[in-house]
């Protein structure tokens, strides 16, 4: 075996691919570089044959030859095991320790030499259980995870159901209440409003913790927890005994705060920093006030709202702590060494797990309960935020987002560093968007490791993020197949594609989904692995389908009733221009002024492409009956010139909801007609990413007519689609 050999053979053991193809159709081997450094990312020596040594040891001393957790399907009968019991074994003992604390025992007496079959324990129930096994004084202990092979559908997604929701960016709603920033109580007055418009569902932007000591962190999608909540979401006026607190209203009747709240409520994008200085300090005091009120000099619960934060804390366990300590650390050295992150703290510090930071909890106790505080309130207003859209009709309730990755900088990455790789990022290889594939600066987590963990991280983000939903959208859902990492240090199209145990965690995701009666969208856009999009159609995951992309062959767009059923449609996500934006070609124009092109021709190939695809889209749009033929030229003059009117958007959306898909989106920014989007893919500072704000109030969109005038062309179009 030569050394290209020997690596690629190290590289298939842990599930690294040794070439790919790109989204440009390009086969691409990837560098014995490449495979060296993602060995190494996975803990491992570089050199192949001490590597092969390691995994042979590791497979050689898993007790009984197990691993430790083992998935079991629920809709199969009879299934087992497979052991390897010790030489002259002539009997396995089993006990079964059920979730509910029921306890099953056995034994099996036919014991077949160096690979035994164990019969498993028959009609266990769904949900998480613990097997203790005997064998010729050999002990093991795994964890046994039954779980079905579909996803829960709600009756409004069921066969035939052709229904629609609103979305929207959380923190871009504008009110004359909000403090700059878009909150839960503005949430709940948009899911009312969107209930009683006949909406099933409101989306909304990922809601992870960011780095609340850092408040021009920004992304969503770039989180320092994924299990937790942005704090800034929280309307501190709704924070019990905010109406009372002499400290809040000396806090919140000065000039300083009225001059900054105001600026941070009429200016154009958010101004996250002003809105962070104006909540901390009133959400402080109110927190010194809830544990002299609440819990009492001694910690004791006090009253109703003392005795539910002493719950929220116990059943946050060990990952609350974690995360609160992190928020603590982060305020006490971050400012040191923002760039490094926690790796720039004092060495101690950096370990969870070290008697420095234990000291440090003790030392802080207060500061991390006001962290879990902000949890807590965050919580409870994110949950009557929810009760206020099922009220209002919202059938299905909050469609949540699940980020594929967190920040290595935060907390998630801190608290578990077995799990998350640090010698690798996610991304993506090139495709016709990004030519020279993309880096997200994300933490990728080790599958092996997963695994030793029974796959408890796992379980936990999802239901986390499941909560006070109806359905949950996994951003970049092709990672539960195979995940593109980049190494440190290396340009994006140097990656190479991860594997990933697709069969486990899809019924994983259908368990929890089935659990917490959450349907689950997977953002399938991007290269997609062949055959993914079927095994997630038959664990009932509905695809995401944009209008922009579902063209045919010949560059036409595809007709309404071709759309897949078991499908989200949409015209745009928070990546992609407005519908406005979309026809007037403003993502070109931003493009074009920063560059981001390799050159002028690429510019005026990207232009005269939407040309084409405006033509298309129009030509679909009359072949649908949706425009008079006569009528084209009001919207695109004889030299490509687009005219934008709401009447062609309207035209769109109702394209959009006679398809087949169950489920149409509709952008709240397309209903009120912005032509700018929330993020422009390939920048970080330069376009207002994640700092837009809605043009009108949210008043004026509730109590306006557009709104339902929207609603009454998509409840209208997904009616026509049902009767077929």
């Known amino acids: 075996m030569n050394d290209r050999d020997a690596i690629e053979h190290v590289a298939r053991l842990v599930g690294i691919k040794a070439r790919h193809t790109d989204g440009l159709g390009r086969t691409r081997e990837v560098s014995g570089g490449t495979l060296l450094a993602l060995i190494e990312a996975f803990g491992l020596p570089t050199d192949p044959a001490r590597a092969m040594r390691v995994l042979a040891k590791e497979e050689r001393e898993a007790p009984l030859g197990l691993n430790p957790v083992h998935l079991v399907q629920a809709e199969a009968p009879h299934q087992a095991l497979v052991l390897r019991p010790p030489v002259g074994c002539r009997e396995i003992l089993w006990s079964c320790l059920l979730e509910n604390g029921e306890q099953r025992s056995g034994r099996v007496t036919e014991v077949e030499g160096e690979r035994s079959l164990m019969p498993l324990p028959d009609r266990l129930p769904l949900g998480y259980h613990r097997l203790d096994l005997a064998a010729g004084g050999i002990t093991a202990r795994l964890s046994l995870i039954v779980a079905p092979d579909r996803c829960h559908l709600p009756a409004e997604l069921g066969p035939g159901a052709r229904k629609w929701g609103l ?11 909000n403090w700059g920033i878009g909150d839960f109580s503005d949430l709940g007055r948009l899911a ?40 800034l979401y929280i309307d501190v006026a709704v924070v019990p005994g905010f109406a009372e607190d002499e400290t809040v209203r000396a806090l ?35 927190f010194r006030r809830f544990r002299i009120s ?51 703290w004092p060495g101690a510090m950096q370990d969870p797990r070290s008697p420095e930071v234990a000291n440090f909890a003790d030392a802080h106790r207060d500061r991390i309960e006001f962290f879990q505080f902000l949890q807590w309130e965050a919580d409870r207003q994110l949950a009557a935020a929810s009760t206020a859209g099922r009220e209002g009709g919202l059938s299905i309730g909050f469609y949540r987002d699940l980020a594929v990755g967190a920040d290595p900088n935060g907390a998630e990455a801190w608290a578990d560093q077995e799990l998350v790789v640090t010698g690798a990022s996610i991304g993506a290889p090139p495709d016709a968007f990004n030519q020279t594939g993309q880096d997200w600066g994300l933490a990728p987590v080790n599958p092996l490791v997963l695994r030793r963990q029974c796959f408890a991280p796992f379980v936990a983000s999802i239901r986390a993020n499941m909560r006070h939903a109806g359905i949950l959208r996994m951003d970049h859902v092709m990672s539960l197949d195979r995940l593109y990492w980049v190494p440190v240090g290396m340009e994006a199209t140097e990656g190479a594609y991860v594997a990933y145990p697709v069969g486990d965690l899809l019924r994983l995701v259908a368990l929890e989904s089935c659990r917490q009666q959450c349907a689950v969208v997977g953002e399938d856009l991007g290269t997609v692995p062949e055959g993914f999009r079927e095994r997630m159609r038959s664990a009932n995951l509905l695809s995401c389908r944009v209008l922009t992309f579902e063209r045919r062959s010949d560059g036409g767009f595809v007709q309404p009733a071709q759309y897949p059923a078991l499908a989200a449609a949409s015209a745009a996500t928070h990546d992609l221009a407005t519908l406005r934006g979309f026809w007037l070609g403003t993502d070109i124009a931003w493009r074009s002024s920063l560059g981001l092109y390799p050159d002028a021709g690429a510019a005026r190939a990207d232009a005269t492409t939407r040309r084409r695809v405006r033509r298309l889209l129009l030509q679909a749009l009359v072949a649908e009956g949706l425009l008079a033929p006569e ?60 700092r837009r704000r809605l043009s009108l109030d949210l008043d004026e969109i509730i109590d306006g007519t557009r709104l339902w005038q929207v609603a009454a062309l998509a409840t209208e179009g997904r009616l026509r689609a049902a009767r077929g």
């Open 192 to 231: 009312r409003a969107a209930g009683s418009c006949q909406a099933v569902a409101l989306g909304i932007n990922p809601l992870h913790a960011l780095f609340a000591a850092e408040p021009l962190h920004i992304s969503p999608y770039s989180p320092s927890n994924r299990s937790w909540l942005n704090y």
């Open 252 to 286: 919140t009747g000065g000039e300083w705060f009225a001059a900054t709240r105001d600026a941070a409520r009429s200016s154009e994008v958010i101004d996250y920093g002003a809105a962070a200085a104006c909540k901390r300090p009133v959400l402080e005091a109110l």
């Open 294 to 344: 609440e819990l009492g000099a001694d910690g004791a619960a006090r009253g109703r709202l003392g005795e539910a934060f002493r719950e929220f804390q116990r059943s946050g366990g060990r990952a609350l702590a974690d995360f609160a300590v992190f928020e603590a650390l982060d305020e006490h050295h971050g400012a040191d060494n923002r760039v490094a992150g926690w790796r720039g």
């Open 631 to 690: 009528r084209l030229g009001e919207f695109l003059s004889d030299s490509g010139t687009p005219t934008h009117t709401p009447e062609l958007g309207d035209a769109i959306l109702s394209y959009l909801a006679r398809s087949r898909a169950r489920l149409m989106l509709v952008q709240l920014e397309d209903v009120v007609g912005e032509s700018e989007q929330a993020n422009l893919p390939g920048t970080t500072d330069e376009h207002p990413n994640w």
């Open 167 to 177: 979305s929207c960016q959380l923190y871009g709603l504008r009110s004359a209440a």
